[in-house]
């Protein structure tokens, strides 16, 4: 955890979280919530369709950004997604190095929040911004809150807090150019329309701290926010978290029906969203959370963790990773895996996703016991057609609490098994099963019809829970994107690393040694090795480092690529 890192951060923007080491009980607590006037936030949940920057974020325009080639492109936009012209509208005061608003309602007693279509943020760059007890709206008539004359950039200022949203129900942030629902802005559509590869920058919302403080994340929802939805935003190079969703220590505060989707999340230090708390109960649940169409990229630690789910979480289509990239010198040990998952009543689903890069684990799984949650004997969380690709270590660990879910994996591929855990970790075992489970789990387990590309078996230790059949053991083709990073690294992105003098995680804390021809990514940009080098900072070492063009980062599949139908979808899925 972060501990002493919280007095400088605003209330919404709370602490680290994770698991505690890879194979003992469950996650440890997260960092305190910090005192000051800011607001803490929520989510929201999506729509199914069919299969279907390197960090300096240069303000390339929306409609400067290049659709890449590889697939068809031909998409005729749907314009309309938040309705007709808005009929009563509102922009927020500009011209100021910052907004905030911790009692957003209270602070424009003329304006009719119940009835207000449009929340407008002027154009400009800003320190912060805070948008605090947000109005309580219905699903029929939702606050739209977007940006209006240009691009809204935030953060970069070694602020307290760089964005925080909190309270209120039905709202929508969106970045997203709509000219019939006068969303958004032309010059500044990001890849809603095609334009993934090197869309760094070109956003409506572009939340980028430029690595400017230790311990702040891009967005942070909070303060009993609910019933909410986070569309077409960029977050990059905040030093811990891109987004934050949670309010601590309220077990009522429920967090339901929240849509996170077409975001593009990058070059972070710790996670790429971290969603519900790991302090000590009460905490609140979350609700029919859904995760979809989104780029997670070169996380430090986990690209995703999810915690304090109940029932009708859906994550899918996602491209999730490389994750752990700061392995060895994360804030934490065993905080550099990829998939994070806390679950405690309900049922959920992971399908369809992409899952590239991580130190420890692609998923771990937590059941979570909560006094009074309303588990029932048919809760299930299934992970279903799901690709899984280079790991230092192992695949998948489920803990042993017993909630009494039933966990699925069904027809998901593995590959990538280079095992060199032991570099930071001297004590670390090379992995002899695919797929672990916590000793003498109650929790039935349904392992079916998964393959994977390794050396060992899918399931070494097997438990009176586990039901398993048609695991098979055979070479697993890699998936092919349009236009990632680079060719080395895309083959396998366990190359690229967070640069870092020494490996702080290791008990010795060991220098570290660049080879010639390593890659790194440092402040958020990737640097090549031209010789072998140790201790010597890529952004002040010209003669040693090569600093590269930023990655284009456009994670969709090729045409013909194996694995079609995972990942982010194109052409979108219909609204």
């Known amino acids: ?21 890879p194979k003992s009980g469950e996650p440890s607590g997260g960092a305190p919530s910090e005192a000051g006037a800011a607001a803490e936030a929520g989510e929201a949940g999506g729509p199914r369709g069919g299969n279907g920057s390197g960090g300096t974020s240069a303000g390339t325009s929306g409609a400067g950004a290049t659709p890449s080639t590889g697939g068809d492109d031909s998409f005729e936009p749907t314009y309309g997604r938040f309705g007709e012209e808005p009929e009563n509208t509102f922009t927020l005061p500009g011209g100021k190095p910052e907004i905030y608003y911790p009692d957003l309602v209270a602070s424009f007693p003329e304006v009719d929040f119940t009835t207000l279509d449009r929340l407008y ?6 320190k912060t911004i805070l948008l605090g007890k947000l109005p309580e709206r219905t699903p029929e008539r939702p606050l739209v809150i977007t940006n209006r004359g240009g691009q809204v950039r935030v953060g970069g200022q070694a602020a307290n807090y760089v964005m925080s949203l909190g309270g209120g129900t039905n709202w929508i942030l969106t970045g997203r150019y709509d000219p019939t629902s ?6 500044f559509r990001g890849h809603a329309e095609g334009a993934y590869a090197h869309s760094q920058g070109s956003y409506g919302f572009l939340i980028d701290d430029a690595f400017s403080k230790e311990g702040l994340t891009g967005l942070s929802i ?34 339901k029906n929240v849509k996170v989707h077409d975001l593009y999340i990058h070059d972070t230090g710790s996670e790429g969203v971290y969603f519900g708390s790991t302090q000590m109960q009460p905490q609140h649940a979350f609700e029919n959370l859904q995760i979809y169409d989104n780029r997670f990229l070169r996380t430090g630690t986990e690209a995703i963790q999810i915690g304090q789910q109940g029932d009708g979480l859906s994550v899918h289509h996602n491209v999730f990773g490389p994750g752990a990239v700061r392995w060895r010198s ?13 679950q405690r009543y309900g049922s959920g689903s992971f399908d369809h996703n992409i899952v590239v890069g991580t130190g420890d684990l692609f998923v771990e799984f ?37 909630t009494g879910v039933t966990i699925e994996f069904l027809r998901n591929v593995f590959r990538g098994f280079n095992f060199d855990y032991d570099t930071v970790y001297p004590d670390a075992n090379a992995p002899v099963q695919v797929f672990g489970v916590g000793s003498n789990s109650p929790n039935p387990h349904v392992l079916r019809g998964n393959t994977a590309d390794a050396t060992f078996p899918f399931i ?51 220098a570290v040694t660049y080879e010639a021809g390593a890659v790194v990514v440092h402040q958020g940009v990737l640097y090549r090795a031209l010789a072998d080098n140790s201790g010597k900072a890529p952004d002040q070492n010209a003669n040693t480092w090569e600093k590269l063009p930023d990655p284009a980062d456009d994670v969709r599949l090729m045409a013909g690529s194996p694995h079609q139908g995972l990942g982010v979808r194109w052409p979108p899925a219909t609204p």
Not at 121 to 126: D, F, I, L, R
Not at 330 to 342: I, P, R, S
Not at 381 to 397: E, I, L, R
């Open 1 to 21: 955890m972060r501990l002493g890192l919280a007095a400088a951060v605003c209330a919404g923007l709370l602490g680290c979280g994770g698991g505690d080491g």
């Open 121 to 126: 943020v002027p154009a400009g760059e800003y």
């Open 182 to 187: 006068k969303t958004g802005d032309a010059e």
């Open 222 to 255: 909070g303060g009993k926010a609910s019933d909410f939805e986070l569309d077409c935003l960029e977050v990059a190079r905040a030093e811990f978290a891109g987004i934050v969703a949670k309010t601590d220590n309220d077990g009522a505060a429920t967090m």
């Open 330 to 342: 994360a804030f934490q040990q065993y905080q550099d895996g990829n998939v994070q998952y806390g």
């Open 366 to 402: 937590f059941p979570t016991v909560v006094d009074g949650d309303p588990r029932a004997a048919e809760d299930k969380v299934s992970f279903a057609d799901n690709y899984f690709s280079d790991t230092s270590s192992g695949g998948v660990y489920t803990h042993a609490k017993d």
């Open 460 to 510: 070494l230790y097997k438990f009176p829970s586990v039901i398993e059949s048609d695991n098979t053991l055979a070479e697993v083709q890699a998936v092919q994107f349009r236009d990632f990073m680079l060719p080395e690294l895309d083959e396998d992105v366990r190359k690229l690393e967070w640069w870092t003098a020494t490996a702080t995680l290791s008990p010795d804390n060991r």
